[in-house]
Structures are given as structure tokens and as C-alpha cells.
């Protein structure tokens, strides 16, 4: 594939990079071509905050090995970030610029200045206030400058036989609430709790969003019909009011991307 030969090639033009491997599928991509064309000198560092589900840790410990490339967990506390809390339009970039430069400060410890994210041209068309923070700190993204969009970049994790080939594509549980609600712990591990709940019921792609008591349901279009279904439905519904929700809903549309962008808090 050309766009493969361009991501070495870019690649090839670093002495050293430490990529921020979530175990996602962009990052898992990036993390293998690094590792491939630069071999030592290409680090993975992974940020463990309470943004994020312990199951998504345990992943990329697991991808990182499979791999080969050296792996670093560094672990954060988001709640001492009060623009994270407050939940305010630049929480992304806020967290972000917190995040990538303590991946900044780790690189430097191993003798690494440039840092790399996993970001795709399919970024390029979504509100993403994230974005502006690594600008600011000088923060690389080669799969955007190969051109690379998220469905190549499937194609190539493919051809590498890399399990994220197919993996849904997920955001930090933050994104889960409505822009304006105050972020708390509770708030987060009901979500987090929810959405493992949906995965062990074979839902691939899903989104737990949370209005105060409600959670909203979104699923991709095709799976929306596993939930016609009245003891699922009830098994569901159970579940998520054993994890703090008053109220459980299936949102009829299904899962957008960046489906809470224009979501407000309520009056």
C-alpha cells in the first residue's frame, strides 16, 4: 500500500519517538510501524486516568507485548484538573494539554523529544478542541500526515494481523457526559460499568451517555434490534439501575460519532 510505504517513510525521519498508545486502533497502528522502523528507539506510553476503563489498560499492556515495543503506564489524577471537572467546551483541550505533557516529561526521561499521537484525516471533520493543545505542544501525528484515514488504517492493522484491526473505535468516558454537568468519579464508573455490561452482551459498537439519572443508550443502527428483545431488555434495565441509573433508554437513532458535541446541559 502507498499510504503504508508514506507512513514509514515519515517515520523513518525520526532519530527516536514515543507514541501515546491507548490501545486503540490508531495508536496500535502507529505503535507497530514505530517499533518496526525505529525498534528501540520507538517507546509506547500509556496515560491511566480516571477518565479512562481499567479494561482499556489492560488491553494495551497486552498489545504492547504483542508488539514488542517497550511499554510505560504512568497513572493521573483528572479531578486535579479543574477545567476536566467543570466540564466546561475546551475540557478536551484542557485535558489533552495536561496529558500530553506529562508524556512529554516521561519521553525526556528516556532521552525522547518527539511524541507522536494516533490522529487520522478522518479527524480532520470533527469538532475536536484537542487538537489545538498538541499544535501547542509540538505534538506529531504521522497517520494524518501519511493521509491515512481510519479505514486504511484498518486495512493496514489487518495486513499486520493486529486484533484492533476491527475494534470499535472509542473516546475518554468524559465524553459521556453533557458539556456543562460537573464530571465525578461516581458519574464515570457508572458509565464505565454500563458499557463493560454492554460488551459482555456481544454489543460491538455502543455509548452510554448520561443526563443526570438517564442513561442513553446509543448502538450502531444494525445492533439496535438485539434490544426488541423484552427479557434483554429487562436484563438491561436492571443492570444499569444496579449501577446508579434511575432511568435507561435506547436512543432510536443510534450511535453517531461526536454525538454529544452539540448536547448542552439542561435547563
Not at 44 to 51: E, K
Amino acid at each position: 500500500m502507498k499510504s503504508h510505504r508514506a507512513l514509514k517513510d515519515i517515520l523513518e525521519g525520526y532519530d527516536s519517538l514515543a507514541v501515546a498508545f491507548s490501545g486503540g486502533v490508531d495508536s496500535t497502528l502507529l505503535a507497530k510501524a514505530a517499533y518496526e522502523v525505529l525498534g528501540d528507539k520507538a517507546i509506547a506510553i500509556t496515560i491511566h486516568g480516571n477518565m479512562h476503563a481499567g479494561y482499556e489498560i489492560e488491553e494495551s499492556v497486552e498489545l504492547a507485548k504483542k508488539i514488542g515495543i517497550k511499554h510505560i503506564i504512568h497513572s493521573v489524577d483528572a479531578f486535579t484538573m479543574e477545567e476536566f471537572v467543570k466540564n466546561d467546551p475546551l475540557r478536551c483541550y484542557h485535558c489533552k494539554k495536561e496529558i500530553f505533557g506529562t508524556i512529554k516529561q516521561i519521553a525526556s526521561e528516556y532521552g525522547i523529544d518527539t511524541i507522536a499521537d494516533g490522529s487520522n484525516t478522518d479527524d480532520l471533520s470533527d469538532y475536536r478542541p484537542g487538537m489545538k493543545a498538541l499544535k501547542e505542544l509540538n505534538i506529531v501525528s504521522p497517520l494524518m500526515e501519511a493521509g491515512l484515514d481510519k479505514q486504511t488504517i484498518r486495512d493496514i492493522s489487518k495486513a499486520y494481523h493486529l486484533p484492533t484491526w476491527k475494534k470499535a473505535a472509542f473516546a475518554c468516558l468524559a465524553t459521556r457526559i453533557p458539556t456543562g454537568q460537573v464530571i465525578t468519579e461516581k458519574k464515570l464508573r457508572m458509565v464505565e460499568q454500563a458499557e463493560v455490561f454492554l460488551m459482555s452482551k456481544g454489543i460491538v459498537q455502543y455509548r452510554v451517555r448520561v443526563h443526570e439519572e438517564l442513561a442513553r443508550i446509543e448502538v450502531s443502527p444494525h445492533e439496535r434490534s438485539k434490544f426488541f428483545d423484552e427479557t434483554f431488555m429487562s436484563e438491561v434495565d436492571e443492570s444499569f439501575k444496579s449501577f446508579g441509573f434511575r432511568y435507561v433508554s435506547l436512543d432510536l437513532s443510534g450511535y453517531k460519532k461526536g454525538n454529544m458535541n452539540h448536547v448542552r446541559k439542561e435547563d
